[in-house]
Structure formats: C-alpha cells, structure tokens
C-alpha cells in the first residue's frame, strides 16, 4: 500500500534530486523509515541469525521475527527526534513459533535464550549527524566521505531508489553485558512517493545485516567466531497489517509493548 496521505501538503524531497544535500538527506531518511506527520509507523522484519568459526561455514542458530515501533516528531531548530521501542523474538525455523530454549551445536547444551527488548531508544536526527538521548553512545560514520555532515548512500534505477543507513551504536543489554552493533539498513522506496507532498510516509522495503559477539547465554567462552544477523522487512502503518502470531505473542509476552504510543514527556527536547 501507498504510506500514510493528508490534506494539503508535507515535506518531501525535491526535484531534481540533490542526493548530496545534508537537508534532503535527513529529510530522506524521516519518510523512509517513519512518517514525518508524526503518526507511528511498523518496521517488520524477519530473519535468520547464525553462528560463524573462522575457515569455517555458517551454522543456522534460529530464526527471529521482529517489529519496531517509530515516531518522529520536528524540532524548531530543523531536526528530528526518533522515538522508537524495538522488539526482536526468536522463533524455531522449522515452525516459526516462538521458543525460549535452542540446542547449542557448539556446545551440544541447551541454552536458554534472552530475546531482544529495547524498551525505549531515542535519537536527535540533524544535518551534522545523530545524538542519541538514552543510555546508548550513537555514532556518525566518519569514513562516509562527507565527515560532519548526514549524508547516506543512494542508487537509482528508474522510479526505484535504495538508500544504506549505517548505524553505530553501543548499548547494555538485560543482561549486562555491553555491547557495540555496528547494523548496515538498505531501504528501498520510490521517487514518485519520496518527492510527493500529499504523502507523509512512503512506502519502504528493507533488507539489514550486522556481526555480534557471542550471545552471553551460548556459554561460548573465549571460543573464536561471532554471531551474524541477515533479515528483510517493510514498515506498515497499522499493527493490524502485520502477522497476528507475532503481535499476540509480543502482547501476551510484553504487554502494551508495541501497542502504546511514545511518551514524549520523559525527554527533554
């Protein structure tokens, strides 16, 4: 489906483009990945995460599925602040339910497994780069070329335009362990829709892939190798479009977790 439309007009990227323009890069990434009329949008994904041994081949872990809850609101000043809260459940392959426990086939033990919660993240977006605003240390990328300013990779062919958002951030997970995730997120949309000012947020498909060390609860030691992550996705506007196993599973895990809008009070911004 097209994204979300008004009545009247909304911020939309120019024509002719000006890809290395920080203004419209910023402004690119709010209709790809949200709704820039501050309306909550869904980004669904779902995925496999495997084990890797150096000279080695992969070894599939389990498969996850996943959604994540974004508003943006404007700030007077021309940025944009990200709200979001993400969740990330891991499921058998072979079934696709949700399980608590996989079988190590390091270890050959069964380990129980802590799925993913981010029970509030939020990030000021601007034209010189990101600042995260919770307990996490965010990133710009300084080897993009274009140090000190929002710039993502583009391609285009025909109507169809990709963008590459390179995401670093560091952050403690439940269990305490602190950890850096270094995630590369290839969105794809239109230019029809990303130029079109009676539509707040475009329609964006998605692919994402990121390394980690070993999940703590492997029990892995100081074994050698990592964890990698390869999914793909679309954002939807309403949780009633996306698979209602997962939504009644987050809910009946995490109450209220995907289904409560973002509290922008708790900031100051």
């Not at 419209?24 to 790809?32: E, H, I, S, T």
């Not at 949200?34 to 890797?52: E, F, I, L, N, R």
């Not at 404007?74 to 079988?103: A, C, H």
């Not at 954002?235 to 289904?259: C, N, V, W």
């Amino acid at each position: 489906m097209i994204g979300n439309k008004i009545d009247g007009k909304a911020p939309a990227l120019a024509l002719p483009l000006d890809l290395l323009s920080p203004e419209q890069n910023l402004l690119g990434y709010v209709r790809l990945v949200g709704d820039s009329s501050g309306k909550p949008t869904y980004g669904w994904s779902h995925g496999k995460v495997y084990g890797a041994l150096e000279g080695k081949l992969s070894t599939t872990l389990f498969d996850y599925v996943s959604c994540r809850l974004v508003e943006f609101k404007k700030l007077e000043d021309g940025s944009w602040v990200q709200g979001y809260r993400g969740l990330i459940l891991m499921t058998d392959p072979k079934t696709g339910k949700v399980i608590d426990n996989f079988r190590n086939p390091y270890t050959d033990e069964d380990n129980k497994i802590i799925h993913f919660k981010t029970s509030f993240g939020a990030a000021i977006f601007s034209v010189t780069g990101t600042r995260s605003l919770v307990e996490f240390e965010s990133e710009s990328p300084k080897d993009n070329g274009h140090d000190g300013t929002f710039i993502m990779p583009w391609s285009i062919v025909g109507d169809d335009i990709w963008a590459t958002y390179d995401e670093r951030v560091a952050y403690r997970r439940p269990d305490g362990a602190w950890r850096t995730d270094n995630a590369v997120y290839r969105y794809q949309s239109l230019i029809s829709e990303m130029t079109n000012p009676e539509i707040t947020s475009p329609s964006r498909n998605m692919m994402w892939s990121t390394e980690l060390p070993w999940f703590t609860y492997m029990k892995m030691g100081n074994r050698p190798g990592h964890i990698m992550w390869a999914g793909m996705g679309k954002k939807y506007h309403s949780l009633d479009e996306l698979p209602k196993y997962m939504i009644d599973e987050a809910e009946r895990r995490y109450p209220g977790f995907l289904t409560t809008r973002i509290d922008w009070d708790k900031f100051d911004i």
